[in-house]
């Protein structure tokens, strides 16, 4: 396991510094200029040379990457260009917003979706499992944005329940809680379908086990079976999918913040975007991308830690 | 040309490996068998002619701007209203269905040879190339395009092809990583290693058999993509990423219909529906192709399960 743990942390932090590598030659293969892109098309040769110095980017490619990777380690992701502001500051508090619905979506995601498999797998082929594969399609068929847009359209529009704008204010929580509702349903949608149906496969097949049948035939009440002797086991599958997960709600914030109007990186980033700020882009990229191999590193270690199959395996196969 | 047919030698049925029209024939019949496939294909069918025959069907030009009737309702002259520039949203949705396969089809083609081509290399050849192609594959697969898109649109500046540039590049990880599992499994069965044995060059194995063999059934999961490149190039267009107004695409209806949401909801209806219809068609499709694919056969599910139900009683 400690290999095993080891081996999967350089692993992570290799891919960390690769996407800091490449972000920093990115700049250089892409026809694009960040200088001309911030002053735009007619700005003179001297000026674009002087705003190329100030970003760093009249140096070799190897002294950019060490810069901006020995900056990055020590929290110092470089300044706004327009505002001169370092980009950490203004990160800092989008941060939270955007961890804090990631983590909501992520949440509301596997408490409907997981029931929902189960209560389908109870009766196969009966009404309710029909009537879940058939709002699966549909909401299987829905991106982020879509269902985020339907939800403004009723909420902000139609009628005035929950709050559709803004992020609410943390000191007040209540309000707070309000206003993550809308967007965090928004991104769990589409895994409330997709686990529903994972789950309800995985549990079916779990149910067909001679363990299961032995547990039955011992007299254990249904309820029993399902929850506690086949569960755990038909839960497996979905341990593999958190990375997946995890990548698909980071990616629909950015969607999600812009139409709820919330404040968060992702909003911070097509702002920045549409100024053509790159060093801002830089940082907000390599946040999302230390998010995810964050993610997928607890993913990965909680699947070691669940199957104990795989401890047995240990040495081969990482990288497989 | 070898002596032993290699087709013929190993554990492989001779129908695996049949001529590959045989193979496309019997699995379009399969799967327009059931008819909830039926209904999907006939569905992207009309998408496809919504795309060819826009301007037959609809009388307005999509870029024409009428601001007398902008942000109406929908009415006999305008079924799904009118933006905000009074511009007819069904006929934009209509010409959106064009956009919407000129990205996505040259992205996913795009990709998949891209992706292919690395994928059948690094499983054949292994080595070292296979050892970093892995590793990077690993660290990309699950990157979205739209943080990739943040990026590179950045730097390029948004066009269709920078959308179309993003979208492959963010599936090239994805399919170098099916096509070398392919490339692994099919690298060791028997008609391979006899044509190896036989004194064939790599390149011919490669080429001659591992291609043939690997690329038809890997077609069918790729067709499945488009409807997610769709999807994806509508949301970089619904940021303002991607596609620019005053093209009718999905995304830049969307970004119209959201902005104007309070003056009229109809904006978004259109492309809503056209996202909508489309992505479960395929997915419809989809199922139906991998049930039929499916080397376990059709699973006999529920009737296991009611044994089972019967037996713990």
Redesign the interface.
Known sequence: MLTYIIKRLA?AL??LV??TVL?VI??QL?????AR?ILGNHATPDLIAQVRANLGLDRSVPHQAWDFLSHAVRGDLGDDYLTGQPVTSELGASLVDTAVLTLASVVLALVVGIPAGIVAANR??GMVDAVIRAVS??L????P??VA??L??WF??DNHVLPALGAGDLSQPGDYLQHLVLPAIALAVFWWAYLARLVRASM?EV??QPYV?TA?AYGLP?RV?TLRVALKNALMPVTALT??LL??V??GT??VE??FNRPGIGSL??S???T?D?PV??A??LV??AA?VIG?LLADLAYRVLDPRLRLEDGSGV?? | MAVVQPSAVGGVPAAAIAAPERRWRDLLRQVMGRPSAAAAVVVVLLLVAAALLAPVLTPYDPTHIDVFARLQGPSIRHWLGTDSLGRDNLTRTLYGTRVALVIAVPSVVGAFVVGGVLGLLGGYLGGWLDRVLVVVFDALVSFPSVILGLALLTLLGPSVASVILVIATALVPYYGRLVRAQTLAEREVGYARTERALGASRTRVLLRHLVPNVVPTLLTVVAMDVPGAVVDAAGLAFLGLGVQAPTPDWGVMLNDGFTNIAGSPWGVVGPILALVVMTSAFLVLGESVRAVLDPRGPAPRRSRQWTFRKASR
Do not use: H
């Not at chain 1, 299987?140 to 991106?143: F, G, K, N, T, W």
């Open positions: 692993l290799l891919v690769l996407v972000l990115l700049v892409v026809p694009g200029d960040p892109a196969p082929g399609v549909v299987l068929s829905m991106p944005y879509v847009l339907l403004l359209l902000a529009v079916l149910l067909s049948r039955r249904p079976v990375g997946l990548g698909y980071l990616a950015v969607y812009v139409i980033a097509i920045a975007v549409a053509r790159w882009v830089r907000i990229i999302y991308a995810f997928g990288f497989v």
